[in-house]
């Protein structure tokens, strides 16, 4: 019988979540390095007992821990992210230069052929691949020299590589997300990238069509259309069928299009789901109801989700890597709050119920499906 | 053998139980001290100071019988009484809530 493994990273730990394909019982184990931020926590599609953790705090910096037995046990592994050469600028929030400083890992993405390669996204922007399991970490620079990379500024959060998905049908095909630089391309592995913002619009920069400089949060795509991307930008909703080279806006009739996660169902590519958030001033749900948005239309018309989620007093955040589906044949959605829930629906989120209530506020859910 | 304390996420990061008891070869400094630690626990290189640069962590101080020695020179030989292992060197974190 098929399992679920839910991956919670939280600002105080990381929790695994455990049910069979009902997916109605669950065990929760941890908080495995209780006291620290865990950015993200990822699972190995060659190998889902390897799994890889980024684990971070203000007074220790970064570390990165791995496991072999599907988060039971874990050792740490190289923490050592040196940029490539000297590092240079980027904007600074008053927009004098500032030099590329390293900070933490936001998001590990495995490989998705070999267990013992993985990316890293990082703060301040570049992407790192490490090839022996995360023993040592090299900088694919050719990202962070793009020739615009002094003009990347960073989001209140932080100038974060946050986004990074690898083309199943294409393994030269690298899509990765900044902010606030934007969506980057690369057809190589990652030796050279190109911007792919064209369609962005975005109030907040000097030219709101700009080659470089869009808040995106976060971007999804379906294994079976690696060329149909779906964003959520910090305002917006957007769609891309042709790789990213252009984007269109598909917010439709969502009650506010900012927000941070986007994801897609398992089985059904144009099926979509968003979290909206108020506003960028305001990071909780409009109207204190907490809503999954879902298009079966691949945008534009959009139907809330309510049954199971509160629908009043609710003021908590969705981040964005904090969505997740499954692959079972009734897609299971999950998605994990600032308040500390982690929500799951076992029907493509028609109906949900929380698997935990009370943990550290969520900063990412991942979910493995085994078999 | 000098004994170095360790704040509790760097005792359970370099599972080690109490204070840490260290040979250091040759003068005892806070850089030979600290090389000996990242030396026999590999897992703390990166978390008291920086990979490259050997800068300390900025939530970080060293102290030393009842003095913060964090500013000093690196090279500066440690007190006798922590040379001879009569009195600790602290690795202190910043105090904070959350």
């Known amino acids: 019988m098929s399992k679920v493994r839910v991956l919670v990273g939280t600002r105080k730990g990381a929790f695994v979540l455990t049910a069979d394909g009902k997916r109605d019982k669950w065990d929760v184990s941890g908080p495995h390095f209780a006291g620290f931020e865990l950015f993200h926590v990822k699972g190995s599609p060659a190998d889902p007992n390897r799994v890889y953790a980024s684990q971070c705090s203000g007074w220790f910096g970064q570390l990165i821990q791995r496991s072999n037995d599907g988060g039971k046990t874990w050792e740490p592994v190289g923490n050592k992210f040196v940029y490539d050469g000297v590092p240079g600028t980027h904007q600074w929030y008053d927009g004098t230069p500032h030099p590329w400083e390293f900070k933490r890992v936001w998001h590990l993405e495995p490989s998705l052929t070999d267990p013992d390669t993985v990316y890293a996204g990082v703060e301040d922007a570049a992407l790192f691949r490490s090839t022996d399991a995360g023993q040592n970490w090299q900088e694919l620079s050719g990202l962070r020299g793009h020739g615009s990379g002094p003009n990347w500024q960073p989001g209140a959060g932080g100038m974060c590589l946050h986004t990074i998905i690898l083309d199943p049908s294409d393994p030269q095909r690298i899509f990765v997300a900044i902010s606030a630089a934007g969506a980057f391309r690369s057809d190589d592995a990652g030796a050279t990238w190109r911007p792919i913002n064209r369609g962005l619009y975005s109030k907040y920069i000097p030219d709101p069509t700009a080659e470089v400089g869009h808040c995106v949060h976060h971007i999804a795509m379906h294994n079976s259309r690696p060329g149909v991307l779906f964003m959520q930008k910090h305002w917006d909703v957007m769609r891309s069928d042709n790789a990213g080279d252009s984007w269109q806006e598909v917010s439709g009739n969502l009650p506010t299009d900012f927000g941070f996660v986007i994801d897609i169902h398992a089985h059904e590519p144009e099926t979509i789901y968003v979290v909206p958030i108020k506003s960028d001033g305001e990071h909780f749900p409009p109207e204190g109801k907490l809503r999954v948005y879902r298009s079966r239309t691949g945008g534009n018309e959009w139907e809330a989700l309510t049954k199971g989620l509160p629908q009043e007093n609710c003021y908590v955040n969705v981040l964005r890597d904090a969505m997740a589906v499954d692959l079972l044949d009734k897609c299971g959605v999950y998605f994990g709050t600032t308040g500390g829930q982690v929500y799951a629906s076992s029907d493509a989120g028609d109906s949900w119920a929380p698997i935990v209530r009370d943990l550290p506020a969520v900063l990412s859910v991942e979910v493995q499906t085994l078999t | ?98």
């Open chain 2, 1 to 98: 053998m000098i004994r170095v304390v360790l704040p509790p996420h760097l005792r359970t990061l370099a599972r080690v139980h109490g204070d840490v008891e260290l040979e250091v070869e040759g003068s005892v400094t806070l850089r030979s001290a600290l090389d000996a630690l990242e030396s026999r626990y590999p897992v703390l290189r990166g978390t008291i100071r920086d990979h490259v640069t050997h800068q300390r962590r900025p939530f970080l101080r060293f102290f030393a019988c009842e003095e913060d020695i964090s500013h000093g020179p690196p090279d500066a030989p440690l007190p006798d009484a922590v040379v001879s292992g009569a009195e600790p060197l602290f690795i202190i974190g910043a105090i904070a809530g959350g």
